[in-house]
């Protein structure tokens, strides 16, 4: 599949009328204090985009029924009518964003489509933000149950989900940031599956206990994907990619069916203390005290066929390093990886601008 990109540039113009004195005066009124200059308004952008729970959109695609043998299932885009994406929505959570640790402003509940939005934040390219999804007080009830209902499709597994934060920063530059994806997380996915492994190598663990403060310095969750062919709305897990990192313990995430055996957490999710995850999916705790900024560097370890001709399939990928700040609780960043070859050139092609994506604010 091969997915072109539109730039579409949007313009304002302001027009400003001056009149002069009335016909035959002697020139402009003399100016007067009243004519002093007032200072603009501060720069606002709005800030909108999606929130989901990134281990129930993947159980929510591995799950999915067949319904007809014939039709192939929906794709794992993070675009709205997407069944995932509904399965995954934290409807009622309200989205805040974050400068320094101090929340600005949140959003109004996410709609049943993960839709949320945030006006008013400061613009400027100078000052980093980043997202937090807040769970309300009475949890979070996933999959959407009365649009897809069981049978034929699989329930969501039930939850404690904490308050989560979106690890990569943005600047909010023009006066619209749009496509922002901010990620939560609970009990029943990686944190579990992690806890269950930390306690058989003999270290007692549970998921409360690893976004508390006192126990942990932390815990990020980051899930890299393949290039995306349309912004950053692909959410395709990338399989052979391997982990380092400065700092903490580095666990890689698995998924199997429910049930398949002892220990999976009650998503599917399971542990390994290998460096290497067939899902791209890690997990790293830190020590409690970390305050030094903490570099994950990735390596994809994928090959593709010689006659493979799409650029977004040719493997290896390349993936920048992920520079992380120490925090509190649990944090989840979407990585995705990007092509390591550009398309021939096609002299006969039409000239077309380069995009300008500077209002998806990354």
Do not use: H
Request: hydrophobic share 40%.
């Amino acid at each position: 599949m091969k997915t072109s990109l539109r730039a579409f540039a949007v313009t304002s113009s302001l027009a400003l009328a001056f009149s002069g004195g009335c016909s035959g005066s002697d020139g402009p009124p003399p100016s007067t204090t009243d004519d002093a200059y007032t200072d603009l308004p501060e720069a606002k952008t709005t800030v909108s985009g999606i929130a989901f729970d990134p281990e129930a959109f993947f159980f929510s695609l591995a799950t999915f029924p067949v319904m007809d043998p014939e039709m192939p299932p929906p794709p794992p885009f993070l675009f709205e009518n997407i069944p995932y994406v509904f399965r995954s929505a934290p409807v009622g959570a309200r989205v805040s964003v974050v400068r320094n640790g101090e929340s600005l402003d949140s959003s109004g509940p996410v709609a049943p489509n993960g839709l949320w939005q945030v006006r008013g934040v400061p613009s400027g390219n100078d000052t980093a933000y980043k997202l937090r999804v807040e769970p309300p007080l009475e949890g979070l009830v996933m999959g959407a149950p009365e649009m897809f209902p069981a049978p034929p499709f699989e329930p969501i597994p039930e939850a404690t989900y904490y308050p989560t934060s979106t690890l990569r920063p943005f600047t909010a530059g023009p006066s619209s940031c749009l496509v922002q994806v901010a990620g939560v997380v609970g009990d029943a996915g990686a944190l579990a599956a992690v806890a269950t492994l930390r306690t058989d190598m003999g270290i007692p663990t549970t998921p409360a206990d690893l976004v508390d403060p006192s126990r942990t310095g932390g815990v990020a969750l980051i899930w890299v994907y393949a290039p995306s062919e349309a912004f950053d709305l692909f959410n395709i897990p990338a399989d052979s990619i391997a982990v380092e990192t400065s700092a903490g313990s580095l666990y890689a995430i698995e998924w199997a069916p429910p049930g398949f055996f002892p220990g999976q957490s009650p998503m599917g999710y399971f542990a390994t203390p290998a460096a290497t995850s067939s899902l791209g999916y890690f997990a790293v705790v830190l020590p409690p005290g970390t305050t030094e900024p903490v570099t994950v560097s990735f390596v994809d370890e994928g090959t593709s066929p010689p006659e493979e001709q799409n650029p977004f399939l040719i493997r290896p990928w390349n993936i920048s390093p992920l520079t992380l700040t120490p925090e509190p609780g649990v944090g989840f960043a979407r990585v995705l990886a990007v092509p390591s070859v550009t398309p021939p050139f096609d002299p006969d092609a039409e000239p077309v601008p380069e995009p300008d994506l500077g209002w998806m604010c990354r």
